[in-house]
């Protein structure tokens, strides 16, 4: 066999190579911070988290499949597309639950109508929700994230109530994977939120109550909301909640992990030369 074909063959098996590595040296960061619930979304909703297959999600009305930021990526019509998670309040939520951190890689395709979901989980009496959600407030081509956490003892609508809206109001470019991770953490009996964009603390916001993180006996949705009102378009990768706060220093460590070549995929290209070489020198010698 000659160099040339020698050489396209190399090339061909680190195309196959890279990827996997990339997606694998990713998932290790994340698994090795204790995640309950991880969505790698490539194709399939199932649960990698601590929290076991009991929590695989669905992919409902049509939720496609694309290119992700690490791997493949759940993608969304803008129309009825959603992922739904069986309740979660055993794990995520309840009296008791004082600290929780969500994460996901976030590309969106279109500027919102109005305001459009990545998390929702429906609001009943006695309980809580957490949503994050994002509108174009700064401009076409941009969105900016929000969240908003809820609690209501028993009067839901009314009565004793808190609610604490932590908004992001930087820009964000459309059509980019970005890295996006709510912290919430209550102290002294507050509720405190933190919004991080792509390994940066972006904006802290406080409550004036303690309360759970999500609701008792509903379901988490991605991308939309079981009324189809803010329906989300464009991609969401590798989703994660974990009941604890996460560091600045966790955090950064998870952007970077999605963004750079990981240990495994640089020992690939520092081998290159000495594969290209060995190559050379068996096509020589054949």
Not at 199 to 227: C, E, H, V, W
Not at 263 to 286: I, Q, Y
Request: aromatic content about 10%; glycine content about 12%.
């Amino acid at each position: 066999m000659t160099e040339r074909p020698l050489i396209w063959v190399g090339l061909a098996c680190l195309v196959l190579l890279l990827p996997g590595a990339a997606r694998a040296e990713y998932a290790a960061v994340i698994l090795a911070d204790g995640p309950v619930l991880y969505y790698q979304l490539n194709g399939n909703a199932v649960n990698y988290g601590t929290a076991g297959s009991a929590y695989d999600g669905t992919y409902v009305d049509g939720v496609g499949t694309g290119a992700g930021q690490v791997g493949q990526a759940a993608t969304f019509d803008g129309v009825d597309d959603m992922i739904t998670v069986p309740d979660t309040s055993a794990v995520l939520g309840g009296p008791g639950v004082t600290a929780m951190t969500f994460e996901a890689w976030v590309n969106t395709a279109v500027d919102p109508v109005g305001l459009a979901r990545i998390l929702y989980t429906p609001a009943t009496a006695a309980n809580s929700f957490c949503d994050v959600i994002y509108d174009n407030i700064k401009g076409a081509g941009t969105w900016s994230p929000s969240t908003y956490m809820y609690h209501d003892n028993g009067s839901y609508g009314g009565g004793d109530f808190s609610v604490i809206a932590s908004k992001y109001t930087g820009p964000v470019p459309n059509n980019e994977w970005h890295h996006l991770v709510l912290v919430g953490t209550e102290y002294s009996g507050k509720l405190y939120t933190k919004i991080y964009i792509d390994g940066n603390l972006q904006k802290t916001s406080a409550g004036t109550k303690s309360m759970t993180f999500i609701s008792t006996g509903t379901p988490l949705a991605f991308g939309n909301d079981t009324a189809h009102s803010y329906p989300h378009t464009g991609g969401l990768d590798e989703i994660a909640f974990y009941d604890k706060v996460l560091s600045q220093e966790q955090i950064q460590a998870h952007y970077n992990a999605g963004i750079v070549p990981e240990p495994g995929t640089v020992a690939l290209l520092l081998a290159l030369p000495a594969f290209f070489m060995l190559l050379r020198r068996r096509s020589r010698e054949n």
